[in-house]
């Protein structure tokens, strides 16, 4: 049976902790209640989860076994968005590019992403460089450096990175310049998770 995790997010308020406003309540509520609606051992639908809530929706798919997981913002700052579990993991994402995770285990503590960014999001080809620090099994923050070339076809995007990690993410970029579907490297860890937003 595939595990499922319906992920909530909504506008936050002034709190710096999201998870404590009513509305971050309400979310988690009316996830928990979708997924109680649908039958044993299997998942709601991307038509059943758009329906039952509202706001920006997104849907994460594992690398490894592509669990589908649902999610709703909670918190918008400063063009960080941030997205949460009903368990509260999250994904804060900034123009739909991962800039941090927590509570996935082999977390992306932080990303310096800027220069790949200005790339990927005007679909340019270049050179850039990029930055991964992720939380290490005995709780150590490691930081990778990489070195990364971003091609161009249309409007899909890749970043191939190289150096101490060998990766390579690939993105849909809109012409507005928001990433609508990826597949990025979270850490050695999570391995690669597929992002695709389905209500912006």
């Known amino acids: 049976m595939k595990k499922i995790l319906v992920l909530a997010v909504l506008l936050a308020g002034c ?3 999201p998870f404590t406003t009513p509305r971050a ?11 109680r609606k649908s039958p044993p051992a299997t998942q709601p639908s991307a038509e059943t989860v758009l329906a039952s809530t ?7 798919r594992a690398g490894s076994t592509g669990a589908a997981t649902y999610l709703l913002r909670i918190s918008e700052r400063d063009g960080f968005d941030t997205y949460t579990s009903s368990d509260r993991r999250t994904i804060t994402l900034r123009n739909g590019m991962i800039e941090e995770t ?4 082999n977390d992306m503590m932080s990303t310096r992403l800027e220069d ?10 270049g050179t850039s460089t990029r930055e991964y620090s992720h939380l290490t099994g005995e709780g150590v923050t490691e930081t990778l450096r990489l070195m990364c ?13 190289s150096g101490p990690a060998e990766i390579t993410n690939s993105y849909v970029v809109a012409p507005d310049g928001y990433v609508v579907s990826s597949r990025q490297w979270v850490s050695p860890g ?11």
Do not use: H, M, W
Request: glycine share 8%; with cysteine; aromatic share 4%.
């Open 15 to 17: 709190s710096n902790d």
């Open 25 to 35: 309540k309400t979310a988690f509520d009316t996830l928990r209640s979708v997924l």
């Open 54 to 60: 509202q706001g920006p929706l997104v849907v994460v």
């Open 102 to 105: 927590r509570g996935l285990g």
């Open 116 to 125: 790949s960014a200005s790339l990927i999001l005007t679909r340019r080809a």
């Open 149 to 161: 070339e971003i091609s161009v076809d249309g409007s899909s995007v890749t970043e191939a990175c």
């Open 190 to 200: 999570v391995g690669y998770i597929a992002v695709q937003q389905l209500r912006r």
